[in-house]
């Protein structure tokens, strides 16, 4: 199984931009990407990218959101644009060999990183 490690978020400003960051522990071949989960809502997928770079993002967060991938330094990060306060909420890594809106099959989850927006 995978380890994987975040690191980012914190206190944003609504419109500014947020990196997060996710380190795999290890060489892999499957999809990386990012959950959330607001409080008092269940966990949902914003975006994921597969070991060739294609990428797939929620309706929610798309034009806003990218992830690039570096296979060699085993990492993935989440890349978003004009933060709102619905986008606040525990953001977690992941890694699956598929990892979609409706559909996900998971090798590793990290252990969540909190984002908190500011209107």
């Known amino acids: 199984q995978v380890q994987l490690a975040e690191s980012g978020g914190g206190l944003v400003q609504a419109g500014d931009s947020l990196k997060l960051s996710c380190a795999a522990s290890?060489?892999?071949?499957?999809?990386m990407g990012w959950f959330r989960q607001a409080p008092g809502k269940e966990r949902e997928f914003v975006g994921s990218i597969n070991y060739n770079g294609v990428p797939i993002y929620a309706d929610s967060v798309k034009g806003r959101l990218t992830i690039p991938r570096n296979n060699a330094k085993r990492t993935a990060s989440l890349q978003m644009n004009d933060l709102r306060p619905e986008d606040a909420a525990t953001y977690y890594c992941?890694?699956?060999?598929?990892?979609?809106?409706?559909?996900?099959?998971?090798?590793?989850w990290g252990q969540g990183i909190r984002v908190i927006v500011s209107s």
């Open positions: 290890k060489v892999i071949f499957i999809s």
């Open positions: 992941a890694a699956g060999r598929t990892l979609g809106p409706a559909d996900a099959e998971i090798a590793g």
